[in-house]
């Protein structure tokens, strides 16, 4: 079934969803872990550096001068959402030895919840203990239509409510792209669906780009590295980064992030092919 694009966009036009992270122990335990550590982001633009202080998130410049404060809320256990200046959102996805976080920059966010009644089940293995789980999205103060969300084992379906009361389904065939992500990338549109720990909680979120991290400093064996030609400063950056991942076992992050870059270098076949040869053993 071709992807219904036209639900995701009714739900973005309307502006972003506000973050609403509850404080759950679960999450206070990994804002204490997070404390005092300072992230180099990798393959990113302006904001090369964060560091959590135990009260606030703030830029982190180079040569570790510190910068502004973010708006800042812990949605979940290893996920930290900032509000930027403008209309995009920054996710944040810490791998749970904190060797590592995928930082995303969001345009859209649809917050999915389970209804009154059902008992939520903590996500330990990601996707057997969602299966067939509805979640339903919350209304707020956009008044867009309601949409359910499911994962039936084979698909994730995504439904929206019509005017007269009709749902339209799609059903969409997901990769996985965190410990608790799906990643869908149809008719132009890249969207992660990620699951709260505790199983309650669900949200959609419309990427613009997807970037890589590692603590500032972090002593790792040394990667043999070679450049691209035409790449840029950070694509480069990025693909050097990728290597580290799969160098050190974490398959899933570094084969989201390849993914990710091929789609950044797809206009340039040449270039494709080049960087396609060189991420061969991550498929």
Same mark, same amino acid.
């Given at each position: ?24 122990? %679960?999450?206070?335990?990994?804002? &204490? *872990? /997070? ?5 180099? #982001? ?5 904001? =090369? ?91 707020? %103060?956009?008044?867009?239509?309601? &949409? *359910? /969300? ?5 698909? #994730? ?5 019509? =005017? ?99 789609? /950044? ?5 040449? #270039? ?12």
């Amino acid at each position: 079934m071709q992807f219904g694009a036209s639900l995701l966009i009714l739900a973005f036009s309307c502006g972003l969803a506000s973050a609403a992270g509850e404080a759950y122990p %679960e999450i206070t335990a990994f804002a &204490a *872990k /997070l404390k005092g550590i300072s992230w180099s #982001l990798k393959g990113t633009f302006g904001l =090369k550096g964060l560091e959590f202080d135990g009260k606030d998130v703030r830029e982190i410049k180079n040569g570790g001068a510190k910068g502004g404060v973010f708006e800042s809320a812990f949605v979940d256990a290893g996920v930290l959402r900032l509000n930027f200046q403008g209309a995009n959102t920054g996710w944040y996805f810490f791998s749970d030895d904190l060797r590592f976080v995928t930082p995303l920059t969001v345009s859209g966010e649809v917050a999915f919840k389970l209804p009154i009644g059902p008992q939520a089940k903590a996500v330990r293995e990601f996707p057997k203990d969602i299966t067939n789980v509805v979640f339903e999205s919350e209304p707020d %103060e956009r008044q867009i239509q309601p &949409a *359910k /969300l499911r994962w039936t084992g084979t698909h #994730l379906e995504l439904a929206k409510q019509n =005017k007269d009361k009709t749902w339209l389904v799609d059903k969409l065939t997901p990769v996985t792209a965190d410990r608790r992500a799906f990643e869908v990338e149809q008719s132009g549109l890249l969207i992660w669906f990620t699951f709260s720990q505790d199983g309650k909680e669900a949200w959609l979120l419309q990427l613009e780009n997807i970037f890589g991290g590692e603590p500032a400093g972090a002593l790792r064996p040394a990667v043999g590295f070679s450049g691209i030609a035409g790449l840029t400063p950070q694509q480069s950056e990025l693909l050097r980064h990728i290597e580290r991942l799969h160098a050190e076992g974490d398959r899933p992050r570094a084969q989201t992030l390849a993914r990710h870059l091929k789609r /950044l270098v797809a206009k340039n076949a040449e #270039l494709l092919q080049q960087v396609e040869q060189r991420l061969v053993s991550l498929k």
